[in-house]
């Protein structure tokens, strides 16, 4: 594989260990075609397309939705593909994640699923 196409370890492998998320997880979550191996591409840094960046971001947001009480919804940040990919454009090393607290409680429960109600 080219070193161009692969960076590494992306800002969404992290991201999903911290909210204790599986590539099952998003792919299960995802309204859209998701799958194991396009989740584990991304994670390991794999260019994808703007397109499938987005994607991985709206299956990442909905996985956390479902794991997220309805106070806690109120709450929740959504992220975009800047904050997934770290050779997305405006992507910001130094952004700080508003959804910590949250993380932590969803941790905290195993990474339940509480609703699957929008």
């Known amino acids: 594989m ?4 692969d960076k590494g370890d992306q800002p969404v492998d992290r991201m999903m260990d911290d909210w204790g998320l ?4 998003l792919v299960d979550a995802s309204p859209e075609q998701l ?4 989740v584990q591409r ?16 709206r299956s990442l947001n909905i996985a956390v939705w479902y794991r997220l009480t309805k106070e ?8 975009l593909h800047r904050h997934l990919f770290n ?17 932590a409680a969803v941790k905290g ?7 699957r109600e929008a």
């Open 2 to 5: 080219s070193s161009e196409r």
């Open 22 to 25: 599986s590539n099952h997880d």
């Open 35 to 38: 799958t194991h191996k396009q």
């Open 42 to 57: 991304a994670r390991k840094g794999r260019v994808l397309t703007l397109a499938m960046m987005q994607k991985m971001a």
């Open 72 to 79: 806690e919804r109120e709450q929740y940040f959504e992220y």
């Open 87 to 103: 050779y997305a454009k405006g992507y910001d090393e130094a952004f700080d994640d508003p959804n910590k607290e949250l993380m």
């Open 109 to 115: 429960r195993d990474g339940k699923i509480i609703s």
